[in-house]
């Protein structure tokens, strides 16, 4: 069984340039998370689907984000314009929900911004 | 509000020898504990998870941590150390699973 995939694994852009990373959860999963790490602090929950709904968006650090799960299945991030501060591990996770249950992590999208 | 302090940012230890990776947590609700793991260039991987059940919680690779309510405490440790152990370990806090709390890391060197 397929692991959560995440695309690119590694990308660097301009300031001001727009980036999409993309998360495919493992098959099943309704449950779908972002999350990244950004130079030097920890990792930071940004939000949570349930299938194509957006549970909890609190993470979210501003409006230049913009995440979408249409259909339920695979997940985007974008990240327009882009910043210096941008710059970090976005890590995507699923899981099938639950108290309890497992979170399931890609191996994140490294993101460079210059 | 829930948190976590991993308490060092870098371990070191010879081959053969324990691990101790410290974590103490602040939780207002019965808190649901995880440690994972990250290797170079990898993802987060999974190594143990308590919630609610025994206290002593064996993972993966034969890691094992103990929740102490009393201490507020969740220490990841193992008997022996190998190589393939040198990776960076996060304890994670949740009280709904659904929104992990993660520490800052601990980054563990194991030498020969």
């Known amino acids: 069984e397929a692991g959560v995939t995440q695309f690119p694994s590694h990308s660097v852009i301009e300031k001001g340039q727009t980036v999409t990373l993309r998360c495919d959860p493992i098959?099943?999963?309704?449950?779908l998370y972002w999350y990244r790490r950004v130079m030097g602090k920890e990792i930071k929950f940004l939000l949570h689907?349930?299938?194509?709904?957006?549970?909890?968006e609190s993470g979210m650090p501003n409006n230049r984000f913009l995440a979408e799960r249409t259909g339920g299945t695979y997940s985007t991030l974008k990240v327009q314009p882009a910043e210096l501060e941008d710059s970090g591990v976005y890590f995507c996770?699923?899981?099938?929900?639950?108290?309890?249950?497992?979170?399931?992590f890609g191996e994140g999208s490294w993101l460079t911004v210059v | 509000a829930q948190s976590v302090t991993q308490l060092d940012s870098h371990v070191s230890v010879s081959e053969g020898t324990p691990v101790l990776l410290r974590c103490n947590y602040s939780?207002?609700?019965?808190?649901?504990l995880f440690w994972y793991v990250q290797h170079p260039n990898k993802g987060l991987q999974l190594l143990l998870k308590?919630?609610?059940?025994?206290?002593l919680v064996k993972g993966i690779n034969g890691f094992e941590a103990e929740f102490k309510k009393s201490e507020t405490s969740f220490h990841l440790t193992k008997p022996s150390a190998h190589m393939s152990d040198a990776a960076e370990y996060f304890c994670?806090?949740?009280?709904?699973?659904?929104?992990?709390?993660f520490g800052t890391g601990t980054r563990l060197q194991v030498f020969p």
């Open positions: 689907f349930v299938k194509e709904s957006k549970q909890d």
């Open positions: 994670v806090v949740s009280h709904t699973t659904d929104k992990l709390i």
């Open positions: 308590y919630t609610s059940a025994a206290t």
């Open positions: 996770a699923s899981s099938n929900g639950g108290i309890g249950n497992t979170i399931y």
């Open positions: 939780s207002s609700y019965s808190p649901s």
């Open positions: 098959s099943g999963h309704d449950n």
